[in-house]
């Protein structure tokens, strides 16, 4: 199984990128830097500042596109939002965008593995959101 991590924002989204990376290698996941290789994506989000939260925003809605094609021959099975506008507007992004699998709290990125298991084997992995 290859995850596709995307990290936006600040310096701590890359640290907390990093810590969630080495939880989920220690889970024998393979990482890739393409997106039509993902079989799951996850992205780290930022809303500090308006741009980063557009971008955020944008990211998320790209991503998305590549969990729509999973029907058409696409790999994306999975795609999971972690970060600060994650935990910030998890509502608005469960209803606007049902692609999002998962929605990963910042207090909750020791959990990342067991909500993308949960999402994997069809579970809510939102119960370990942290939000």
Known sequence: MKLLFV???CDKNLVDTEVMLGILQR???????????ADVIVINTC???HDAKEES???ILD???????????GKCRALLVTGCLAQRYAQEIRTEIPEVDAIVGTTAYDKIAE?????????EGDRFAGI
């Open 115 to 123: 909500a993308l298991e949960a999402v994997l084997t069809g579970q």
């Open 27 to 37: 889970r024998r996941f393979e990482f890739t830097d393409d997106e039509t290789e």
């Open 63 to 73: 991503m998305a596109q590549y969990k729509q094609s999973a029907g058409n021959g």
């Open 47 to 49: 809303c500090f500042i």
């Open 57 to 59: 925003i944008q990211t």
């Open 7 to 9: 990290s936006l924002g």
